[in-house]
């Protein structure tokens, strides 16, 4: 069956029965209908929070043929309540660009899987829409002010670094130019769209701990400068209140459930490519609060979202993980060896050997962090005993454990022994996390660190713009940020063709974007782009709805 058939035939249960056992009566959550809710702020718990165990899951670098990261978080989970373990898993919402482009939803797949699954790939509570109404807003506001004659900030047309976002890939949107038509239809200067996911709002609603810091964050985005080259922030043009205002319901957290039954919270979306790639701080100290184990996990690779989760997410809130499952499956290796997309079903032995330096590196990146690692083999009914061993082979070999799970197939019975390893990680007391470097180090010394310690490049290379980028962030005194880089999640380089484990390349930074309200600098690599365009042919054109309402194609 497909993955939209299994959900289908689940018996939800009421989301008034799973807030209770989660931990927090039915009558304090707001219901989204049957089996949607959103979760009060007042039921976070910091010292509940302080005794929970979090665990990452995180993965080796992703392939078109698809890693389960999600499905293994969900799966392990399961796992972990099957042990009795009262475990939650926190996750990030689905955007719409990816379900009609061209990886699908974010729901887990097979057996380990959120529900209601169409709802939570299909707009869900709203959150995304708050978030781009409110980052709307302000370029609104932006461009009013630069109309208005008698509430003008003067602001340099030429400065504004604002644009607009949506919540689906459009690459023709990635270079406008706004305020044509005349001189009642604004002052025409150049923009463009950003995906909702990478909008600093998304940002700074995953990385706020309640209401007050939201809206101050708001107030801190850089808009741009004035003639005079003053610098302008968004307090500056009292817009926070009114962003705000907007986000009311959509920093709360979603509560829905797995199909097991238990607890599942879902909040906020940021890509691990050009944004955090973790879900929202407040969810995730919402499920420690209430769990003796919390599962989350960070987007693509352990390059991307797992080095964001630990240098920026665990550094802002004061979070420690006890684990990182280490998501890793026989296609992708094979697919990192050399083999072609084609044949990643058929037995290669041989290109699964070449392809394992690239899972060797992200253990010794998560070795940095001075976290203890669990691999786990995300089994698929093409996978062989002999290649399973090769992998087992190497974890014996690091003295890490390793467990098959399968996930998909069988759901939480499939995790039972990656579950068992992980609770013996954890009391084992062996994690001792620590962050890659320092906020206050330079900016440069920073993405040095990430680019030659996680990513493995020799060094790195600047544009004249990102040069101008690192003076403009040394005037505003915005040094001690920590930085949040965007690059292929394809490649452990900034050059998607480049797979396994690539040596002796440079890290060129276009340039550095700031984002003030978020807390950290955007630098920005290779050819990675904000906007993502659709494929030749888009998941859209196989998404269907009939006159009962009943809903084909989404995966």
Not at 39 to 55: E, F, M, T, V
Not at 93 to 105: A, H
Not at 411 to 434: M, P, R, T, W, Y
Not at 482 to 496: E, F, G, M, R, Y
Request: aromatic share 6%; glycine share 10%.
């Amino acid at each position: 069956m497909t993955d939209l058939q299994i959900a289908k035939g689940v018996e939800l249960q009421p989301i008034s029965s799973i807030s209770e056992k989660f931990g927090i009566p039915a009558d304090a959550i707001e219901m989204y209908g049957k089996y949607k809710a959103k979760l009060p702020l007042k039921a976070i718990d910091r010292d509940k929070a302080g005794k929970s165990n979090l665990i990452l899951v995180s993965a080796i670098s992703p392939t078109p043929a698809g890693e389960g990261k999600t499905t293994m978080s969900i799966g392990l989970s399961e796992g972990l309540n099957r042990l009795s373990k009262k475990t939650t898993v926190v996750l990030r919402e689905p955007s719409l660009g990816p379900v009609f482009g061209i990886k699908g939803g974010a729901t887990g797949g097979g057996y380990a899987q959120v529900l209601p699954m169409e709802d939570i790939n299909l707009h869900f509570t709203g959150d995304f829409a708050a978030i781009e109404k409110a980052h709307n807003l302000l370029a609104a506001i932006i461009d009013n002010n630069i109309q208005s004659k008698t509430n003008s900030l003067l602001l340099d047309p030429r400065t504004i670094g604002w644009k607009r976002v949506m919540d689906m890939n459009d690459r023709s949107l990635r270079h406008i130019i706004v305020g044509l038509g005349g001189t009642t239809s604004g002052v025409p200067r150049e923009t463009g769209f950003d995906i909702t996911a990478a909008s600093e709002i998304m940002a700074i609603l995953c990385l706020a701990e309640n209401l007050s810091n939201l809206k101050e964050r708001l107030g801190n985005i850089f808009v741009g400068y004035t003639y005079d080259k003053k610098p302008i922030y968004a307090k500056d043009l009292k817009a926070e209140g009114a962003m705000a205002v907007l986000l009311k319901d959509a920093i709360k957290p979603n509560l829905v459930q797995t199909i097991e039954g238990n607890p599942a919270i879902i909040h906020g979306g940021p890509f691990a490519n050009i944004a955090q790639g973790t879900n929202s701080v407040i969810a995730t100290l919402m499920g420690m609060s209430h769990s003796d184990y919390t599962v989350t996990e960070a987007g693509f690779g352990f390059d991307l979202g797992a080095e964001k989760f630990f240098d920026i997410k665990c550094k802002s809130a004061g979070l420690k993980p006890k684990a990182v499952v280490l998501t890793t499956t026989i296609r992708a290796l094979k697919y990192h060896g050399g083999a072609d997309l084609k044949s990643l079903t058929e037995p290669n032995v041989e290109a699964l050997r070449k392809g394992l330096p690239n899972l060797e590196k992200h253990l010794e990146n998560i070795a940095k962090f001075q976290v203890i690692p669990v691999i786990a083999i995300n089994k698929f009914t093409s996978d062989t005993e002999e290649e399973i061993a090769v992998i087992q082979e190497l974890a014996a070999s690091k003295g890490i454990r390793v467990a098959v799970a399968d996930v998909w197939a069988k759901g939480g019975e499939g995790a039972l022994d990656l579950a068992q390893k992980v609770i013996d990680v954890v009391d084992s007391n062996a994690s001792n996390f620590k962050p890659l470097y320092d906020w206050k180090s330079s900016v440069t010394d920073k993405i040095a660190t990430i680019a030659t310690e996680i990513y493995g490049a020799e060094y790195v290379d600047y544009t004249a713009k990102a040069k101008a980028n690192l003076r403009k962030i040394a005037d505003l005194g915005l040094e001690h940020l920590p930085v949040c880089i965007a690059k292929t999640q394809k490649s452990l380089s900034d050059n998607p063709a480049l797979l396994g484990r690539p040596k002796d390349f440079i890290i060129t930074v276009r340039e550095i974007e700031i984002a003030v309200g978020a807390g950290f600098l955007i630098p920005i690599t290779g050819d990675i782009m904000r906007m993502p365009g659709l494929p030749a042919h888009p998941s859209s054109e196989g998404i269907d709805i009939n006159d009962a309402g009943e809903i084909t194609g989404l995966f």
